[in-house]
């Protein structure tokens, strides 16, 4: 059964900082990983997907890794700022059309 | 990217009654739907798998008859939570997963069911 841990669980930084998030899973038969963000009371905004066969993604101040068979992914933000304050996911779906295994999240604040 | 829209975004309702959630994909066809469940400081928690015209498939321990799932159209799957108890207040998403781009999963705004 998959199983998806994300470290650090909370996180707090000053304005400007570059910042890594860490995300592992236990089953590298993965079919993509993807990071969300989620802000209190709403719902999950895609930030970045990542194939399998791929091994980053860039948006922006954003950056993903993926390291299948190790088993680890990592999420990198560049100077980082308040707005980016959010609860940070990494899920996985064991194939295309799968539901995600989530893991616990990253609560990120960012202090101005 | 594509859009899901969940409705209502917040609900409020007595102990014993039913509430439905609405969620749609509005620039594709799903012809599966996922919904989840999240309590506070908690990660999301599959419930059950929505399939268009068939019957959902559930996870285990999760009431069949108490969550009521029907996805009658490629655009629209419905969750009614009967008989609601206070226990049942939670966040509820759901999630659809586009054909293309990589099976990339859209959620919907999520729905604050309180019970009281």
């Known amino acids: 059964k998959q199983e998806v841990t994300q470290i650090p669980a909370a996180l707090s930084v000053p304005e400007g900082e570059n910042l890594v998030l860490n995300c592992s899973f236990t089953?590298?038969?993965?079919?993509?990983l993807q990071w969300f963000r989620q802000d209190p009371g709403k719902g999950l905004t895609s930030l970045l997907l990542?194939?399998?066969?791929?091994r980053e993604q860039t948006s922006g101040r954003l950056n993903a890794s993926l390291d299948k068979s190790s088993g680890r992914s990592t999420l990198y933000i560049a100077a980082s700022q308040p707005g980016d304050s959010a609860t940070y996911l990494c899920?996985?779906?064991?194939?295309?059309?799968?539901?995600?295994?989530f893991g616990k999240g990253t609560r990120l604040s960012v202090i101005a | 990217g594509a859009v899901v829209s969940q409705h209502p975004s917040w609900v409020i309702c007595k102990s014993g009654t039913s509430v439905k959630i609405e969620c749609r994909s509005l620039?594709?066809?799903?012809?599966?739907m996922f919904w989840y469940r999240q309590f506070p400081k908690q990660s999301l928690m599959l419930m059950a798998t929505?399939?268009?015209?068939?019957?959902?498939?559930?996870e285990q321990g999760v009431e069949k008859d108490k969550f009521l799932i029907n996805h009658a159209s490629l655009t629209l799957s419905t969750l009614t939570v009967t008989s609601a108890h206070p226990e049942d207040s939670s966040f509820y998403i759901c999630?659809?997963?586009?054909?293309?781009?990589?099976?990339?999963?859209?959620f919907g705004q999520g729905t604050r069911l309180t019970v009281v």
């Open positions: 999630s659809a997963t586009t054909g293309t781009g990589g099976g990339e999963a859209f």
């Open positions: 089953d590298s038969a993965i079919y993509n």
């Open positions: 990542i194939q399998s066969s791929q």
């Open positions: 899920a996985v779906p064991n194939s295309g059309n799968t539901p995600l295994v």
């Open positions: 620039d594709f066809q799903a012809t599966t």
């Open positions: 929505s399939n268009e015209g068939s019957k959902a498939t559930y």
